[in-house]
C-alpha cells in the first residue's frame, strides 16, 4: 500500500458531474473501480463491495494488488495500470482469479481499460468485473455477509484457518468442522465449497439437530409417495439435491444411531434410498460436517459410531473462538455494521475505541454470532450515529466501568447486577461474562445479599 494520501476520484472519462456518476456506477450489478497512474484505487462502487467483502473506505487509497490472485496475461501488481498486462485499450473480457477479503479466491471475469486526459496523458484505468461464480441462478453467499464474516482477522489462528480451508477445498476429502456454537462453522463450510472444483454446484445444509429422527431420514433421503402418512407426492432428498456439490450436515452429533447407520451406508456405497422405496439413486456429494460436540466422548461413551466418525473425520478442522483471536473483533466489527448496519446515507459507521475496549473485555461465549447481535442492538440504539460505550447493552457497559470505581479484579455491584440479568440469572453464563470463578462469583453475591432474582 502506498504511503501516499488517495488521489482524488477521477473523471469517468472525462464527462463531469461526477456526483451522478458514481450514483450510477454504485447502481451496477458488476463491481467496477477506478484507479489513478500508480495503481491506486480511486473509485469503488458497492457491487465491488459486495463481491471481494471490501468496503469503500478500506479500498481507498490501496494499490490494486488488494485483490491479487492469479498472475495472468502479463499482470504484475504494482505496475501501475499502464504497464499492467490486465490493461488494454480494446475492451478484452478476460478470466482470472482474485482474492476476497477472507481469504477465499474468486473466479472473475475481468475488463480493463486505461484512462487519458485531453492531451493524451494517461491518468489511470477503469475495470469492472463480474463474479463467475453467479453466471448461474443458484444464490451463493455473499463474500461480506457469508464467508467472510467468520473468517475475517488478522491473528495467525485465522491466517493458519484459511490456509486449512484453501487446502483442503481442493481435495474431495470429507471434512470435520469442530467449533463453539457461533463461531462460524457454516461460515467455514461455503468457503470450502467456494474455493472447490465443486464451487459451480450446489452448496446444500442439514441442521441435523432441528428435526426429529423420522423428519431428518426424509429430508436427507427423500421419500416417495405413500411412504408415511402425510407424503402425499414424492420428494427428493438434500443428498439429491447437492449431487453435484457440497452437503453440509450442521451438528452431526446429534443424529440418531439409525440415521447414523443409513449415512454409512451412503458414504460406502455413495447411492441412497428414498424412505419407502427400495430402488437405490446413486448421488455424488461430497460431505462436510460441523458439530460443537466432541465426537471422540461420544463415540467412547457409544452415542456415535466409531466407524462413521471416522469416516467424516478424515480432515478434521477446528474454528478457534473469538475469545483466542480478540485482535481481530475490530475487524470483524466494522464490517458486520458497513454491511448490516450502515448509516442512513450508506456509509460505514465507526466503533469508538472505548466500545472498542468494552467489547474486548468480553470472553463472548456466543462467539461471532453473540458479537453481531450486540452490534445490532447498539446500532438501534445509537441512531445514525457511530457506536459508543452508552449504546452496548447494560452488562457490556459495566464491563467498561472505570478501573478505579472498584478494586482490580473484583467486580462492583453494578456489574455483578448487570452480568446476572444479562443473562437471566444464570450464574455460570455471569461468571464468564465477569471472567471469574463461579466460586469467586458466589462469594461476591453472598458478600452482598444477592441470592437472586428481584421479586415482582
Known amino acids: 500500500m502506498s504511503s501516499e494520501p488517495p488521489a482524488a476520484p477521477l473523471p469517468f472519462l472525462g464527462l463531469g458531474n461526477e456526483d451522478a456518476l458514481h450514483a450510477l456506477a454504485d447502481a451496477l450489478p458488476d463491481g467496477l473501480f477506478t484507479t489513478d497512474v500508480a495503481g491506486r484505487i480511486t473509485f469503488w462502487n458497492r457491487a465491488a463491495e459486495r463481491i471481494t467483502g471490501w468496503s469503500l473506505h478500506e479500498a481507498l487509497g490501496r494499490d490494486c494488488s488488494l485483490l491479487a490472485g492469479d498472475a495472468v496475461n502479463g499482470c504484475s501488481c504494482g505496475a501501475g495500470p499502464i504497464r499492467c498486462g490486465m490493461v488494454e485499450r480494446e475492451r ?8 476476497a477479503k477472507d481469504g ?123 411412504a408415511f402418512t402425510g407424503a402425499m407426492r414424492d420428494r427428493r432428498g438434500r443428498f439429491q439435491e447437492a449431487d453435484g456439490g457440497t452437503l453440509l450436515l450442521d451438528e452431526i452429533g446429534d443424529v440418531s444411531p439409525v440415521v447414523q447407520v443409513k449415512l454409512l451406508r451412503v458414504i460406502e456405497q455413495r447411492e441412497i434410498e428414498r424412505v419407502g422405496d427400495s430402488s437405490p439413486v446413486p448421488v455424488d456429494v461430497r460431505l462436510v460436517c460441523a458439530t460443537h460436540r ?56 465507526r466503533l469508538l475505541p472505548a466500545a472498542v475496549a468494552a467489547l474486548s473485555a468480553c470472553t463472548w461465549p456466543g462467539n461471532v454470532r453473540e458479537l453481531q447481535n450486540v452490534l445490532e442492538f447498539a446500532a438501534l440504539q445509537a441512531g445514525d450515529g457511530d457506536v459508543d460505550v452508552a449504546h452496548l447493552p447494560p452488562e457490556l457497559r459495566a464491563v467498561a466501568a472505570p478501573p478505579a470505581a472498584r478494586r482490580p479484579g473484583v467486580p462492583s455491584p453494578d456489574e455483578l447486577r448487570a452480568a446476572l440479568e444479562g443473562t437471566g440469572w444464570n450464574r455460570a453464563a455471569a461468571a464468564r461474562r465477569l471472567g471469574i470463578s463461579r466460586v469467586t462469583l458466589w462469594k461476591h453475591l453472598k458478600r452482598l445479599g444477592l441470592d437472586g432474582p428481584p421479586r415482582a
Open 294 to 349: 466432541d465426537l471422540k466422548a461420544l463415540v467412547e461413551a457409544g452415542r456415535f459410531r466409531a466407524d462413521l466418525y471416522f469416516r467424516l473425520a478424515v480432515f478434521p478442522l477446528r474454528v478457534p473462538p473469538l475469545r483466542e483471536h480478540l485482535e481481530d473483533l475490530p475487524v470483524i466489527a466494522d464490517a458486520f455494521l458497513a454491511r448490516r448496519a450502515p448509516r442512513a446515507d450508506g456509509s460505514p459507521r
Open 92 to 99: 478484452t473480457s478476460k478470466t482470472c482469479t482474485v482474492r
Open 104 to 226: 477465499r479466491l474468486l473466479t472473475i471475469v475481468k475488463n480493463a481499460v486505461p484512462l487519458f486526459a485531453p492531451d493524451g496523458r494517461a491518468v489511470g484505468a477503469l475495470e469492472s468485473f463480474t463474479d463467475a461464480g453467479i453466471a448461474d441462478a443458484r444464490p451463493r453467499p455473499s463474500p461480506a455477509e457469508g464467508a467472510g464474516q467468520g473468517l475475517l482477522g488478522d491473528h495467525p489462528a485465522m491466517g493458519e484457518l484459511r490456509r486449512t480451508i484453501a487446502l483442503v477445498a481442493r481435495s474431495s476429502a470429507t471434512v470435520m468442522i469442530q467449533g463453539e456454537s457461533g463461531s462460524g462453522k457454516e461460515r467455514v463450510a461455503e468457503a470450502i465449497h467456494g474455493s472447490s472444483p465443486r464451487a459451480a454446484g450446489p452448496f446444500v445444509r442439514v441442521n441435523c439437530s432441528a428435526l426429529n429422527e423420522s423428519l431428518l431420514e426424509s429430508e436427507l433421503f427423500g421419500h416417495v409417495k405413500g
